[in-house]
């Protein structure tokens, strides 16, 4: 069993940036691929961030390329998401996810563990 803990979210001005942060509990982090996902009201669930079990794989919606970084540290079992150059439409609650493979996807139904979700806001 994995609990995932998400942190960092907030208000921010257009232009701006947060760092989310997952952190997880258990001795496996370092084995499971993890995910960031975010989701509004009325609105389905969208692929945000994947990245390996190693680190050194990741992949990224379009929509964020070159304006977020997942990362993680297997040492401190945490995920994280470098959000820069955050838009309105960045707006939404942000969950991390954890699936029993080595790598990522963009699906979430292959994630076994979600956190609760983070709120960003960004305002115009």
């Known amino acids: 069993q994995v609990q995932l803990v998400e942190s960092g979210g907030g208000l921010v001005q257009a232009g701006g940036s947060l760092r989310l942060s997952c952190a997880a509990s258990g001795r496996t982090f370092s084995s499971y691929g993890m995910g960031w996902f975010r989701q509004n009201p009325g609105k389905e669930r969208e692929f945000v961030a994947g990245i390996s079990a190693s680190g050194r794989g990741t992949t990224y919606r379009d929509s964020v390329k070159g304006r977020f970084t997942i990362s993680r540290d297997n040492a401190k079992n945490t995920v994280y998401l470098q959000m820069n150059s955050l838009r309105p439409e960045d707006t939404a609650v942000y969950y991390c996810?954890?699936?029993?493979?080595?790598?990522?996807?963009?699906?979430?139904?292959?994630?076994?563990?979600w956190g609760q979700g983070t709120q960003v806001t960004v305002s115009s």
């Open positions: 996810a954890a699936r029993y493979e080595t790598y990522s996807n963009k699906y979430g139904d292959d994630y076994d563990f």
